[in-house]
């Protein structure tokens, strides 16, 4: 990794006094977000709404007897231009970021994959999309357009266009996929990940710095149950 330059060191000092100590096996509450954890999620982002569709956004670790550290923070994260709204209320679209805690399977991007990352990963390749043709059995899926089985070629302006991920390299040079909608729920959206920031606000992901992805992609760690989680 990148070493970064000496100026964020004095905020990580202050991170060291946001430690929480709390039951291996229960909630927790950090930076203001409430966390759901299991007793094996060791791993937290948390994504805390500040003004207007910024957010501050922090990485914590648990220790063995149940004690979280904040790791890393910026202050500069980004949330969807639609606001905030609980998950269950979400529909496609309308630009909103799902509150609740989702879990961080698997990751995808521009590079080739480096032997340090521990989550799976997969490299984009022309003809990549992501799935939001409501019609598809492959709704809120990761799929190439030769496989066939939802309706790539919809233009944009169109409700049920899918995402071409190559459209999106700088934002999706890392993007982590979250498990919402995991379960298909037609409508209520697809797509939401945690990626590098862009130009201004997001269509309903958490998107924060490129230094913050890349760390993230190398200490994130499936055996480790991570998990991010959006507030108020």
């Known amino acids: 990794m990148t070493p970064r330059p000496a100026v964020l060191v004095a905020p990580l000092l202050v991170l ?40 501050r956004v922090t990485y914590w670790t648990r220790d063995p007897g149940g004690r979280w550290e904040a790791r890393r923070r910026v202050v500069d994260g980004r949330t969807g231009y639609g606001g905030l709204v609980r998950a269950a209320y979400r529909r496609q ?9 989702f879990r961080l399977p698997w990751f995808f991007g521009t ?4 032997d340090a990352w521990r989550l799976p990963y997969r490299k984009i390749r022309p003809g990549d999309y992501w799935v939001q043709d409501n019609a598809s059995a492959h709704y809120n899926r990761y799929r190439n357009k ?20 190559l459209a999106f390299r700088r934002p999706y040079e890392y993007a982590i996929v979250t498990s919402f909608n995991h379960e298909q729920v037609r409508h209520r959206g697809s ?24 760390y993230l992609v190398r200490v994130l760690d499936p055996e480790r149950r991570p998990v991010v989680a959006v507030g108020r």
């Open 93 to 101: 679209g309308a630009g909103t970021t799902p509150l609740g805690t």
């Open 16 to 55: 060291a006094s946001l430690a929480v100590a709390g039951p291996a096996q229960a909630d927790a509450t950090l930076d203001g977000v409430r966390v759901r954890t299991t007793a094996r999620t060791t791993q937290a982002v948390t994504v805390r709404h500040t003004t207007g569709w910024h957010a």
């Open 146 to 165: 030769a496989a066939g089985g939802f309706r790539w070629w919809l233009p944009a302006s169109d409700p049920d266009a899918s995402e071409r991920l």
């Open 111 to 114: 590079h080739a994959r480096d």
């Open 191 to 214: 797509g939401i990940f945690l990626h590098v920031n862009g130009r201004g606000p997001t269509a309903g992901c958490v998107s924060a710095p490129r230094w913050l992805l890349r």
